[in-house]
């Protein structure tokens, strides 16, 4: 079972840009797939951004070209970079993990994936 934690995040003025980072470690083999969801009180968890273990990205219509989801295959670290941020975007974001293949219709549903990080604030003022 993957272990995951996340850093970075923060807050930041509309228009800015931060970067958060899950340490993927805890598990014999690398996570097939990893996803970086969001949720704000009172709503479900949201599929932000998801990538394969073959580097394959996808992406949710709301963040599609202002973020960008990598894999750091030296250091076991999944990072999220998210530029020209909107108040909208703020939110607690969580690092996922998963060992099975998924299709592209699940890359982006949270009862796709097992393992979850603990979360950390993202926060864009208007």
């Known amino acids: 079972q993957a272990q995951l934690v996340e850093s970075g995040g923060g807050s930041v003025q509309a228009g800015g840009s931060l970067r958060v980072s899950c340490v993927d470690s805890?598990?014999?083999?690398?996570?097939?797939?990893m996803a970086w969801f969001r949720q704000t009180p009172g709503r479900e968890r949201e599929g932000v951004a998801a990538?394969?273990?073959?580097?394959?990205?996808y992406y949710a219509d709301s963040v599609q070209g202002r973020f960008t989801i990598s894999y750091d295959n030296a250091k076991n670290i999944l990072h999220l970079q998210m530029n020209s941020l909107k108040a909208d975007d703020t939110a607690m974001y969580f690092c996922?993990?998963?060992?099975?293949?998924?299709?592209?219709?699940?890359?982006?549903?949270?009862?796709?994936?097992?393992?979850w990080g603990q979360g950390i604030q993202v926060t864009v003022s208007s």
């Open positions: 805890g598990s014999p083999t690398r996570s097939r797939n």
């Open positions: 996922a993990a998963n060992h099975w293949d998924l299709l592209a219709t699940q890359r982006l549903d949270a009862r796709s994936y097992r393992d």
């Open positions: 990538i394969s273990n073959h580097g394959t990205t």
